[in-house]
């Protein structure tokens, strides 16, 4: 049985021009919606530093050539939860589009049945049919195209949630990593700190003893050693707070089995000057904001044309008979064919109100992407500022840290040698020293936390380009 007869052709083609017309009325006054918005990027960070043109090649996490560092990363890259539950997302959001395109396809529907009714005592009635029907809507005005589209950039969406998932997760896992380290050295700090007054007290007591003199500066020393050990224990804490942060991240809490070495890892010089602003577009929260700008203005298209007539074919075909062998035989099989256009008259402005509110989604998105744009160049160079900033602050405190120890060494033997018998210009030289050398395990600590933000930030290490 041929489908196009000369009456259907004519039908269909009288169908067109009404939808033609309907799309003319039902589309009045609704605009295109966006699919795309390009961002404009600055030619070089201002605050990049200069005269250095190295690059990164290797990737952000080898540039700071710490196996440590790089194994406690990928040790939270394999097992942290949420990146499994963000796997699990992605792999939901690809069989979108799987759904999409088969609305584009006919669907086809199978059906039988077999009955054997007892008729009467001595005989039994057979009764059998096979039923076929299939149904297709033609996409003439390239709705379920549209849809599909939009399908296909949820998952590119979704690809760079997970992109971004990662990226993050490395990050975190880097700075808790820093951290435990840091938090380590601060315990040894507080632990040189405690010797040093437990040290000044003896000495103390034995001048006491020797000459009667100086029972308040026992008092003295002895609230610094209390002091001392109370700022132990709280460092100690806080050590064991950061290696549980580090064990979540990495899938491993409550076992305790994060480590650090003691020393933090080199940071690799300074940024590199010339960095393309343009990298910036590769950050995956800004990639998968461009797709959902684009899945927006497919679905405000798709809303627009739900305003035209729809149109469908259906087909059946059965076959029924007494025998099973009967659903084969020519001489039962029935078909039909049709064709259906429906169009909406009225439905107190439902579709139009859709339409408008998926236009008003798709604005929506261009706005959020331009502003997470803007708040993407200010994280940028907000970091390469602090970069700077903080090679600085660590020359200096480098230097404050040298004065400050030389002053304690020279106080502690002025006071053991009786050159100047006040305890107070001896505490004050410690209390400058141990803040020195406290304030200078943060700001090392700092600068590489500020370098692993830097990197997420820019989305990636400095040089490489999105495919």
Known sequence: MKLETPNFKIQLSRRLGFAGLALLLGGCGLQKPTGSLAIRTPGSWAAASSGNEGRISTGWLSSFSDAGLTRSVNEALKHNRSLKSAAA??????EQPIIARAGQLPSVDVGGRGSLTDSSSISLTESYGLNLAASWEPDLWGRLRDLTSAADAD????????????????????????NLISAGQQ??????????????????ERNYKATGEGPLDIQFARTNVSSAQRTLEVRRLARQNVARTLEVLQGKYPSGGSRAKRELPSLPGSVPSGIPAGLIERRPDLAAARADIFASAKRADAARKRLLPDFSLTGSSGAAGARLSDLTSLDFLVS?????VDQVV???GALKAQARGALARNDRFVNEYAQLALEAFREVEATISADRSL???????????????QAEKQ??????????PNILSVLEAQRRANNARSAIIRLRNQRLQNRFDLHLALGGDFTTSAK
Do not use: H, M, P
């Not at 039909?336 to 259906?340: D, L, Q, T, Y």
């Not at 090679?391 to 120890?405: H, I």
């Open 411 to 420: 106080a502690n033997r002025d006071y053991a040698e009786g050159v100047n």
């Open 89 to 94: 997302r992605l792999r939901e959001a690809r």
């Open 155 to 178: 998952e590119r969406a979704a690809i760079e949630d997970f992109r971004g998932a990662r990226l993050s997760l490395a990050a975190n896992a880097a700075k808790a990593y820093t």
């Open 187 to 204: 315990v040894a700090d507080a632990q040189f700190t405690l010797e040093s007054f437990e040290k000044n007290l003896r000495i103390i």
């Open 346 to 348: 009225f439905d107190g």
């Open 336 to 340: 039909s064919i049709s064709a259906r």
């Open 391 to 405: 090679a600085l602050q660590e020359k200096f405190l480098n230097d404050e840290v040298r004065q400050a120890e």
